[in-house]
């Protein structure tokens, strides 16, 4: 049964039908067609990385961090932390990402790096590796800072 016949069945019509039809759509509820791909046919897509991987960091002006590689806790991928009120995170082999800890949505230093995005605990905000948001909540989107390294300092400017 649909929905839309279980609504029906309940008695509701016209507005009031349509109107609790779409009542509970938000923005990121959007159904998409699955396509089955045969595998072996794609052919991999590097990832955008939005660290910039240099081997001069000594030529960048006015860093925010600088992040020694050895001790810090940036060794696998998915590992993050926060310093100085950025979060900077491994997004994949040798590739970082850093964004601001505070929300866009409301105030809170919440921001988290979390399945490959960063993440607000505190209103479930989304927002993708440039801090662009990725859902309602997170809209109006993260500052998001440059990052380079030379695979042994990472410096945030």
Not at 54 to 74: E, H, Q, R, Y
Not at 96 to 107: F, G, I, K, Q, R
Not at 109 to 133: M, N, P, W
Request: glycine share 8%; hydrophobic share 40%; aromatic share 8%.
């Amino acid at each position: 049964m649909t929905r839309y016949e279980f609504l029906k069945s309940l008695g509701f019509t016209g507005a009031a039908l349509m109107a609790a039809l779409t009542s509970c759509v938000k923005e990121e509820d959007t159904y998409v067609p699955v396509t089955r791909i045969d595998a072996s046919t794609v052919t991999p897509v590097t990832p955008v990385v939005p660290a910039t991987p240099t081997t001069n960091i000594n030529s960048i002006t006015n860093p925010i961090l600088k992040i020694d590689l050895a001790t810090s806790s940036l060794k696998t991928v998915g590992a993050y932390i926060i310093q100085s009120n950025i979060v900077v995170a491994q997004v994949s082999v040798g590739a970082y990402a850093a964004v601001t800890n505070l929300c866009s949505h409301e105030p809170k230093r919440q921001v988290i790096f979390s399945q490959g995005e960063f993440y607000c605990t505190a209103h479930g905000a989304r927002f993708d590796l440039k801090g662009v948001g990725l859902n309602s909540t997170g809209r109006s989107g993260i500052a998001a800072y440059k990052v380079a390294t030379d695979g042994k300092i990472l410096v945030v400017y």
